[in-house]
């Protein structure tokens, strides 16, 4: 059993920063960011596998940077230059699946979900 809390978000301006957190509970090999804006399904934001492989959308790629902090079990999400397009709620996931690449960035692979931290780029 994984239980995932987020925290870290917010209301900034264009351009700001943001840096999420994620605490878990339990060991996944693969933990990672997604987001839902209204009316849309999650989008898959950034992976990491326990190996060090990541994985990152188009749309964040050079912006955002997923890390994971062993000794407090924690995965972080730095996000810079915010655009408004960032407005989301984030959500922490976690599996135990050998996913990689575009796989890996799918929502409908993961097995535990955080209740998500909302941020908003105004």
């Known amino acids: 059993h994984v239980q995932l809390v987020e925290s870290g978000g917010g209301s900034v301006q264009a351009g700001g920063s943001l840096r999420l957190s994620c605490v878990a509970s339990?060991?996944?090999?693969?933990m990672g960011w997604f987001r839902q804006a209204p009316g849309k399904e999650a989008e898959g934001v950034a992976v990491i596998r326990s190996d060090g492989i990541l994985a990152y959308s188009e749309s964040v790629r050079g912006r955002f940077t997923i890390s994971k902090d062993k000794t407090k079990n924690t995965l972080s999400l730095q996000m810079s230059n915010l655009k408004p397009d960032d407005t989301a709620t984030y959500y922490c996931?976690?599996?135990?699946?050998?996913?990689?690449?575009?796989?890996?960035?799918?929502?409908?692979?993961?097995?535990?979900w955080g209740q998500g931290t909302h941020v908003t780029v105004s």
């Open positions: 996931a976690a599996t135990w699946a050998c996913y990689s690449g575009a796989q890996a960035l799918r929502s409908d692979g993961y097995s535990y």
């Open positions: 339990g060991y996944s090999f693969v």
